[in-house]
């Protein structure tokens, strides 16, 4: 079971480019989330999502942006990378039906923007 | 608003010996606790969750947790650590009240020593 997928594993960004973190999930699980993880700081939610079509922002939403047209796949778009936006960044997912169930989280892409 | 404190960023045990993680939160309306870990490189893993009923939860790998509402508390504890348990760990709240957002502790690192 391949879980929650996510790509690239790194990528290195000049200051100003942009890029797209892919994720997607083969559990048919509702509800997709982006979180960013940095030293000592805890996971913060960027963006979520509760099915297809729907989208919302998170805790840190600045600089980035999404999509979900499918319930398999969640990329998150950074426009204009910035070196405040160096990270590791994880998808995770929910089923969802109440919110009581855990998350499951792809191994992550660490990105470095110079 | 949701909060999660985690006090100690470093634990350090000998192997054998019993271990604890500490945790408090702070929620409006019902807390769902989640406890997480991460090894080195990897995304985060599950290891187990208070919802509601009996306010000690057993998880994986012998890990279990104590629900403490009056201290509003939910350490994380194993009888014998092991070298292996060494890694990061995570706790997690969602409130009742609002929806899908987890909100995340900062980590504490945990070190069994052989």
């Known amino acids: 079971n391949a879980g929650v997928t996510q790509t690239p594993k790194f990528r290195i960004l000049k200051i100003g480019q942009s890029m797209t973190l892919q994720c997607t999930q083969d559990?048919?699980?509702?509800?997709m989330y982006w979180y960013r993880q940095d030293p000592g700081m805890g996971l913060k939610l960027i963006y979520y999502?509760?099915?297809?079509?729907?989208?919302d922002k998170g805790e840190v939403p600045n600089g980035y942006n999404v999509s979900r047209s499918t319930t398999e796949d969640f990329p998150l778009r950074l426009e204009l990378a910035a070196p405040s936006q160096t990270s590791v960044y994880f998808c995770?997912?929910?089923?969802?039906?109440?919110?009581?169930?855990?998350?499951?989280f792809g191994e992550g892409s660490r990105l470095t923007v110079l | 608003a949701q909060s999660v404190a985690q006090p100690e960023d470093q634990v350090n045990v000998a192997e054998g010996n019993p271990l604890t993680v500490k945790c408090t939160y702070s929620?409006?309306?019902?807390?769902?606790l989640f406890w997480y870990v991460q090894y080195p490189n990897r995304g985060l893993q599950f290891l187990l969750k208070?919802?509601?009923?009996?306010?000690l939860v057993k998880g994986s790998y012998g890990f279990e947790a104590e629900f403490n509402k009056s201290q509003t508390s939910f350490h994380l504890k194993k009888p014998s650590a092991l070298v292996s348990d060494s890694a990061l760990y995570f706790c997690?709240?969602?409130?009742?009240?609002?929806?899908?957002?987890?909100?995340f502790g900062p980590g504490t690192r945990l070190s069994v020593l052989p």
């Open positions: 208070y919802i509601t009923g009996d306010n």
């Open positions: 995770a997912t929910s089923p969802g039906q109440a919110n009581t169930g855990e998350l499951f």
């Open positions: 929620v409006s309306g019902n807390p769902y």
């Open positions: 559990m048919n699980h509702n509800y």
């Open positions: 999502s509760v099915g297809a079509g729907i989208t």
């Open positions: 997690a709240v969602r409130d009742s009240n609002y929806g899908q957002n987890f909100v």
